[in-house]
């Protein structure tokens, strides 16, 4: 079975600091795919990474920044320097090799102040 | 990627009644997935909506509860039938894949109904 867990329900931070949000996930396959998804208060959901299996190069991407480990069954991301902009949902999803259901945690609620 | 709209943005439906959703995609794609997402919670695929032929229903979901309907590649729609309070949920729709395997997101619809 896979499963993807967030066991952060909520944080909350004041602008420009660093905050890191867990993901851990669990899978037998061997080839699977990794996602972040942001879900700003409008509602839609924003594609912001996505990672292979084959692939543990982390990431950086402005202020984002992704940690994928293998030996951990994690991919956390980091935002660094947060900002108001950054207050969202943000949840993580897998994806099984050759299928093309998401697998969503429960999300993690990002509040940033100013 | 994919660009996606859906009809309404929101709505409120009294207790027995069908609301039908609809979903644009402003190219062609592989796949299209609805999801319904319940106040505070994540997100759970419905169905898969399979071009010219019956979705594909995940466990809990069923065709006479959530009719789907997908004429071609760009167009796809879910009625909630015989609506309760227990329906009330944000359904989004998805398309994909895109390049990196991601699914790209529609605006969602407020279901409110009372």
């Known amino acids: 079975a896979q499963k993807v867990t967030q066991a952060q329900t909520e944080i909350s931070v004041v602008e420009k600091e660093d905050v890191t949000l867990d993901c851990v996930y669990e899978?037998?396959?061997?080839?699977?795919?990794l996602f972040w998804y942001k879900q700003p208060p409008s509602g839609e959901l924003v594609f912001l990474i996505r990672?292979?299996?084959?692939?543990?190069q982390n990431e950086i991407s402005g202020r984002y920044s992704w940690n994928f480990q293998k030996s951990t069954s994690s991919f956390n991301f980091t935002i660094t320097a947060s900002q108001v902009v950054d207050s969202a949902v943000y949840f993580c999803?897998?994806?099984?090799?050759?299928?093309?259901?998401?697998?969503f945690g429960a999300g993690t609620r990002l509040a940033v102040h100013p | 990627s994919a660009v996606i709209s859906q009809k309404p943005s929101r709505d409120i439906c009294q207790r027995g009644t069908s609301l039908t959703i609809q979903c644009q995609v402003d190219s062609q794609v592989t796949m299209m997935f609805w999801y319904r997402q319940q106040p505070g919670q994540s997100l759970t695929l419905i169905a898969t909506a399979n071009q010219g032929s019956e979705a594909t229903y995940e466990s809990g979901f069923v065709i006479d509860k959530f009719p789907i309907s997908r004429p071609n590649l760009t167009f796809s729609t879910l009625t909630v039938s015989n609506m309760s309070p227990e329906d009330s949920s944000i359904y989004l729709c998805?398309?994909?894949?895109?390049?990196?395997?991601?699914?790209?997101f529609g605006p969602g619809t407020r279901l409110t109904v009372l």
């Open positions: 999803a897998l994806i099984k090799g050759g299928y093309n259901k998401l697998i």
């Open positions: 990672r292979n299996s084959f692939d543990e």
């Open positions: 899978t037998r396959d061997t080839t699977y795919y």
């Open positions: 998805s398309a994909g894949p895109g390049l990196a395997n991601e699914q790209f």
